[in-house]
């Protein structure tokens, strides 16, 4: 029988990681030659492969904010201390994401719109789950004791998971600069073979070094927080 | 009866309470001695529920202590003031009555004023009284909301000699009524039927 | 039980009367701030949505300064572990003490917001919607600021980050309260979100709020 105790899942994850950063250096190999030699599109010319790193760190910012919502939730309704652990570990890895989406953003919507920002909905939405994200890391840093911390991001990780539907439905409920949504929409992707697929490729390869990033993290706290309770019945 | 057992209790990284056991039945009076931080004020928020132990239970009946047993059986009095500066004596009587659903009997808050400070104007703002009438009025709510469980944290800190006395006969009536009280204190009162516990 | 509820409320009341100078000198920022805004501004015609985002704004800080120095006092740690160990739920004072601090400062508002709109040359003929769009603003504000309000005053907070967190919230307030000067101020459409986002903020705020003065105070 598993018992899932942070012990357990940290030896686990300690175990698998290997796995994870040769899966990501095969991925980034195969996605970094696809986009080399994709070609060129119509109107924008090469700096449409900026959606390549855009469009996955995208939806890992909202994926990884759910996800935290949800173990947030989990958390505080049946006081497990590793869901905390979990968001803990989430958080400074989604807000590196949304920084990424507005920066990468930015260039290019400087490059295509000419203009570095614009307060359309999407954009605007995006900024707030930014904020968010920051508020949410800089709540988990600011307790003398982190079981406190750990409580108040988690308050804040689930009023932000308002944002969240805001954030993905912007383009559908208001008249926005930003494209519609090409891939999960009803009536399927309307992206084409190879560029669907090199979109997904370049997705699995983020996702897999951001999950390398946060088993790190977390494996990091959970060693950290059973030396420091081994410490605690010493004295 | 109170059973707490195996109680530890820690602040972050510091191990504030270890291994406490101890049981204190209906008509007993339990002092907590102890030098100063050694804990004392923690383990009675621990005995009333506002702190999560880190390890251990504390039982009340052979029930596992949560906000509405705590509720309904338990009065504590800390060390620091709750009333509110801005109101007067009688409208914080009657908010903190009204707060633990007593309705105000208008004669027995006149009897126990009269008792506990002799004269005093009632509509008085609270933050004129003196520290030590501050203090006093905390036992005002011991003798108007009634409930069989009172928990104490340094009750005689910066009472005059009469006003220890009177609150010693006060515990001892409840005592006489089958209550039970736990107190943290570094004067030991002289009540029968009363226990010592030393936290180390 | 409802005797004891009703006395509560109006003790409750006589506190919100008794802290109006905070809100008067809060207030009183508020005039002094657009004023200055109005002077700087005085040879350009400004819109009106420019001189409400400056008045959205000004309330934003009065709101979350207002209830973060309420519940500094209010819920103070002897405070909370009496409200701990009473019948009625730490969830419905939180409740109480949110409406009483909106009273508290809606009607302040009200009595400023003449003066305001004038420093800042805001059309009459829309005064009323504006001020119904303050007052349904500030509902939802105030659920808002007392959830942030509650995680900042704990005793080992080291950060004052109360403004930060609470921001992100607020924004779609802002947005759709300068939107609704584009849709026709009469109709009722204008005004739902608010009700909505009130009505959200009602569902989890107390709980929230509660939660981390449970928590996090101790």
New interface residues.
């Given amino acids: 029988m598993i018992v899932l105790n942070p012990k357990n899942i940290s030896d686990f994850l300690d175990r698998y990681k290997k796995i994870l950063l040769f899966s990501f250096l095969g991925l980034l190999v195969v996605s970094l030659a696809m986009i080399i030699f994709i070609e060129n599109d119509y109107y924008q010319g090469v700096s449409f492969k900026i959606m390549f790193i855009h469009v996955p760190a995208a939806w890992l910012s909202l994926m990884f904010f759910g996800i935290m919502g949800t173990v947030s939730i989990i958390g505080l309704v049946f006081k497990s201390p590793t869901s905390f652990t979990i968001a803990r570990a989430i958080s400074p890895i989604g807000l590196l994401m949304s920084l990424t989406v507005l920066f990468t953003g930015s260039i290019w919507g400087y490059l295509t719109w000419g203009a570095f920002w614009v307060w359309d909905a999407r954009l605007t939405s995006m900024l707030i789950l930014t904020f968010i994200y920051l508020g949410h890391f800089l709540v988990l840093n600011s307790f ?4 406190k911390s750990d409580f108040a991001a988690a308050i804040l990780a689930v009023i932000g998971l308002v944002n969240l539907p805001v954030v993905k439905f912007s383009v559908n409920w208001w008249t926005t600069l930003h494209q519609g949504a090409s891939v999960f929409k009803i009536g399927g992707p309307s992206l084409s073979g190879i560029y669907l697929l090199t979109l997904m490729i370049s997705f699995f390869c983020v996702l897999t070094l951001c999950m390398y990033w946060i088993t790190n993290i977390f494996i990091t706290i959970i060693e950290k927080r059973r030396y ?1 309770r081994m ?3 010493d ?1 | 009866m109170l059973n707490v057992s195996h109680l530890s209790f ?6 504030v309470l270890k291994d406490i056991n101890l049981s204190i039945h209906n008509s007993e009076v339990l002092v907590i001695k102890g030098s100063n931080g050694i804990g004392k004020s923690t383990f009675l ?1 621990c005995i ?4 999560e132990p880190l390890e251990g239970t504390v039982e009340y009946f052979s029930k596992s202590i949560d ?1 509405t047993i ?3 059986n ?3 009095v ?1 060390e ?3 009333a ?1 500066e ?2 007067s004596i009688l ?1 914080n009587i ?11 009997n208008q004669k027995s808050i006149h009897r126990s004023m009269e008792y506990l400070f002799g004269r005093i104007d009632v509509n008085k703002k609270f933050h004129q009284l003196s520290y030590g009438q501050k203090r006093k009025m905390r036992m005002l709510l011991l003798l108007l909301i009634n409930k069989p469980v009172w928990i104490l944290d340094d009750p005689f800190n910066g009472l005059d000699d009469e006003t220890i006395s009177k609150l010693i006969k006060i515990i001892s009536m409840k005592r006489d009524q089958h209550g039970m009280i736990i107190m943290a204190s570094h004067i030991i009162p002289h009540i029968k039927n009363m226990k010592e516990f030393e936290l180390s | ?1 409802i ?3 009703l ?2 409320l109006s ?1 409750e009341f ?2 919100m009367l ?2 109006s100078t905070q809100s008067f000198i809060l207030f009183c920022f508020i005039i002094i701030a657009s004023s200055i805004f109005g002077l700087a501004l005085r040879y350009i015609q400004i819109d009106n949505k420019i001189s409400m985002t400056v008045i959205w704004i000004l309330l934003f800080l009065t709101v979350i300064t207002k209830v973060e120095k309420v519940y500094l006092e ?1 819920f ?4 909370i ?8 739920a730490l969830e419905l004072i939180v409740l109480i003490k949110n409406f009483m601090i909106y009273l508290n400062l809606v009607i302040f508002f009200l009595i400023t917001s003449p003066i305001v709109f004038l420093t800042l040359s805001i059309d009459f003929d829309i005064f009323w919607q504006i001020n119904i769009l303050a007052a349904l603003s500030l509902l939802s504000l105030v659920f808002i600021s007392s959830i942030t309000a509650s995680i900042a005053n704990s005793k080992s907070n080291r950060l004052a980050i109360t403004s930060v967190v609470t921001l992100p919230l607020f924004i779609p307030i802002l947005i759709f309260s300068i939107g609704a000067i584009d849709m026709d101020l009469g109709n009722i459409n204008s005004y739902l979100f608010f009700l909505a986002y009130f009505l959200l903020n009602l569902a989890f705020s107390p709980l929230l709020t509660s939660f981390a003065l449970k928590k996090l105070s ?1």
């Fill in positions: 003398e004791h982190f079981q420091e410490r605690l019945f004295e | 820690a602040r972050g990284n510091k191990l928020s009333a529920g506002f702190l906000p705590s509720a309904k338990f009065i504590f800390g620091e003031n709750f509110y801005d109101l409208d009657y908010y903190w009555l009204s707060l633990n659903c007593v309705s105000p | 039980m005797n004891n509820f006395l509560l003790k006589k506190l008794m802290k209010d103070s740690d002897p405070k572990q009496q409200y701990m160990l009473s019948p009625f101790m």
